[in-house]
């Protein structure tokens, strides 16, 4: 059975940077694409940024395009995403996820001064 982990996650200051990382075990990881979404406290989850099997093509939301980037080592079967110019709305947990197959845990990003 497949499995996603999640780690990265931390306080940070407005302005920061983080680097959100996603393991994957348990299926073929390189056929799927993978999407990080996040859940904002008291709010509903969010598609944050998705990217394709083969890692060449990736979709972001208007909230963090051009601030967060997602990329996959398929050999490593990880998942990450790259969150630069971090601003307070952007605490929340992220998870990774193979869509309609498996999600993470979650990792929790808390921007605060």
């Known amino acids: 059975e497949g499995h996603l982990l999640e780690s990265g996650g931390g306080l940070v200051q407005p302005g920061g940077s983080l680097r959100l990382s996603c393991a994957a075990s348990?299926?073929?990881?390189?056929?799927?694409?993978m999407n990080w979404v996040r859940q904002a406290p008291g709010k509903g989850l969010e598609w944050v940024s998705d990217?394709?099997?083969?890692?060449?093509?990736?979709y972001y939301a208007d909230s963090v395009k051009g601030r967060f980037t997602i990329s996959r080592d398929n050999a490593q079967n990880t998942l990450y995403l790259q969150l630069n110019s971090l601003k307070i709305e952007d605490t929340a947990i992220y998870y990774c996820?193979?869509?309609?197959?498996?999600w993470g845990q979650g990792t929790q990003v808390t921007v605060s001064s």
């Open positions: 996820a193979a869509p309609g197959s498996y």
């Open positions: 348990g299926f073929t990881f390189s056929r799927y694409p």
């Open positions: 990217i394709n099997s083969e890692g060449n093509n990736a």
